[in-house]
């Protein structure tokens, strides 16, 4: 009930391109999720985060696709450059405990030019 | 300091020593958390500070895990009599307050803690 999954683990696209990852969760109380980005040797940094309800947000390059019936969310990344190159996680929060977040595992998304 | 910052950056340690890792968060974030990241993992919720206090400790994997915090401020997390699966990276994290839907919260670099 408190997990989230993620997938790809791992994602390999050409600049330009428009990697795509997604998540899906069980617990129908979360209410808040948000996408981090991590770069080695770095601690997460939030990129963008969504509530359920709206079905997207944009920003800049990067937008989330909510999918509340479905219980999933997703990440697209917009003409893709190589320093977006780093590891991706989604996460999610309920009202219950809206300071902890439950991440997914994680996808490594590697841009080449 | 700007951000939160974690010490050390690195540490190796032999089986059933034990080890303490500090956070310093930024100045006037009243929330703190501790996180763990192992190999290929996604973050793992260890704990979870308002002020001085715990409110939610349910992320600690064992009784060996201990943490806390003084002053409001800095924290220590402690692993005591470490075993090798204790080897991951741990994040702390601070943050304005505890709704993270409307206050960002901020990750520390981390400490890398290899258990041999």
């Known amino acids: 009930q408190q997990q989230v999954k993620q997938s790809p683990q791992s994602l390999i696209v050409q600049k330009g391109g428009i990697p795509i990852i997604n998540c899906a969760y069980e617990?129908?109380?979360?209410?808040?999720f948000p996408w981090y980005q991590q770069f080695p040797g770095k601690g997460p940094a939030l990129l963008i985060a969504?509530?359920?309800?709206?079905s997207e947000k944009k920003e800049g390059r990067f937008t989330i696709s909510f999918n509340k019936s479905a219980k999933q969310f997703s990440l697209h990344i917009m003409d893709s450059q190589p320093g977006d190159s780093a590891t991706y996680f989604c996460?999610?929060?309920?009202?219950?405990?809206?300071?902890?977040?439950?991440f997914g595992s994680g996808t490594r998304l590697l841009v080449r030019p | 300091g700007a951000g939160v910052s974690q010490s050390p950056s690195n540490k190796v340690t032999e089986k059933g020593k034990d080890v303490e890792l500090r956070c310093d968060p930024i100045?006037?974030?009243?929330?703190l958390y501790w996180y763990r990241q192992s190999l290929g993992q996604g973050l793992e919720f260890l704990i979870y500070?308002?002020?001085?206090?715990?409110?939610?400790k349910s992320g600690l994997p064992s009784d060996r895990f201990s943490a806390e915090r003084t002053g409001g401020s800095v924290s220590t997390l402690t692993i005591q009599r470490t075993q090798q699966e204790d080897s991951a990276v741990y994040l702390c994290?601070?943050?304005?307050?505890?709704?993270?839907?409307?206050?960002?919260?901020?990750f520390g670099q981390g400490t890398r803690l290899t258990v041999v």
């Open positions: 994290a601070s943050s304005r307050s505890r709704d993270r839907r409307n206050t960002e919260a901020f």
């Open positions: 617990n129908t109380a979360f209410d808040y």
């Open positions: 969504i509530r359920p309800d709206v």
């Open positions: 996460a999610a929060s309920g009202m219950d405990s809206s300071y902890k977040l439950i």
């Open positions: 100045s006037g974030h009243t929330a």
């Open positions: 500070f308002q002020g001085n206090s715990a409110p939610d």
